[in-house]
């Protein structure tokens, strides 16, 4: 088995103390920086299937995610200013009235192992500080809102409806509980997803 | 006419009950007992174990805060030291206010109903935030393991309390396993984990005067049914519609009832009206039948977070039993 193909399993499966090793030894064979990086990408996108189909539990999403994170920490100082496997930033964050953060911060994870710069701003985010960050920050392609509380449904469509009057060029991805592809598509915003894993597939489509 | 207390029995036995349950109606609620601080709209405390929690007052809800400062347990491998139980109340004075109240209650019309909360399973999260609990569940079973025990030995020693205190019918005991569309964990992880805490616990309380345990968790949880079967769960409260609650009765039915079935989220916002509280409840009355199933709202407790929505359930359900018995 390839080194590679190595660390795509490991990933998958978690193993955070053997990935950041096995990395460094396909480094070692000669593999790019970047194909590492998408092996792991591809890997991740395999976690969020088998997670939006019900087969594994945020448990093993988020071991998966850390155990990327790991095997990007070793390639990091060698992809310096490469942007090439990038796909932008990502801004993400609660609305405004809700606390919630950790559905969240699960689509944080699963869009950043997408390829995504994530930008967090937390929670109980106000309209115009997604504007905000959009703005302060480089190459945004696109903001996820989070929401999950039946009464914080107005808030999400002000931040959609804000963000979009700004006349900025993002997509907006929304989600939550109570959010239905239909109330997504009413408020306007450009796609909607279910869960952590189908966010990752919905935000390289939106910004590809 | 049955009483609550036997019409509850009625149904969840597979009997003859002449009515449907009627929410909470069953359950008088002991409140007074001197479960811990919790924090009330507007509040940020800091309980026994040394949990900060923050409840705005415009949300819905109290939150722990998980932030580097207030996280009680940093890492898990050092549980032993970062995590300190605090001492069950013992004193008359402490219990005084829930055995006049148990006392008050007439066991042969309502249960006397002990409410416990967090549960096991909400404890490891409150300490360390949900994203360490359940990493640590796959990075360091062992000390899992370990810190389950021991918040399983402090409900032990709280349930201990309770039963010579209150001599409690009921126990209504929270702890959330899951999301509306999943587990949190998956079936094994939840079976190794959390199945012999639930046991323990359950069993205790069971082997000791307690009749029913009801178990809350408004979330999805088919594939955790027959484990809650096996720890001694007799009512599932907070079952949401994700779950397809007719077809949980139908296999499930004689081994344990199903309460709920009217997802709050769904009805409870500041928008409602009784024509939509109608549509939802006898929508789940009419689904799920007359037998292992209590019409109920998924919110862990009698009440709404809105004004009115509670009481109109109570009224349409009231009318739905004239209807439908």
Redesign the interface.
Known sequence: MSKIQEVKEKVEI?K?KLVPGLVQEALDEGNAPGEILQAMVESMSVVGEKFSS?E?????M??AA?AMSKGVDVLRPLMAGDTSASLGTCIIGTVA?D?HD??K?LVSMMIESAGFTMVDLGVDVPAEKFVEAVKENENVTLVACSGL???TMPALKEAVETIKASGLDVKVIVGG??VTPEYAAEIGADGFA??AGSAAVKAKELVA | MLTKRQNLMETIKGGKPDRFVNQYEFMNLIMEAPLGEMAGPGQTIKNGWGITFSWPADQLGGFPVHDEEHKVLKDITDWKNQVKAPAVATSDEAWAAAVAHANAVDRNEEFVAAFVAPGVFEMTHHLMSMEDALMALYEEPEDMHDLIDYLVDYELAYAKELINRIHPDCIFHHDDWGSQRSSFVSPEMFEEFFLPAYKKIYGFYKANGVELIVHHSDSYGVNLVPFMIEMGIDIWQGVMTTNNVPELIEKYGKQMTFMGAIDSGVVDFPGWTPEIVAEYTKKACEECGKLYFIPNLTQGLNFSSFPGVYEETTKVIDQLSKEMF
Do not use: S
């Open positions: 978690g955070t019900g594994i539990f945020v448990p093993e988020l071991i850390k009235g606390l950790i559905g911060n509380l039946t009464t509980a109570p279910p869960d």
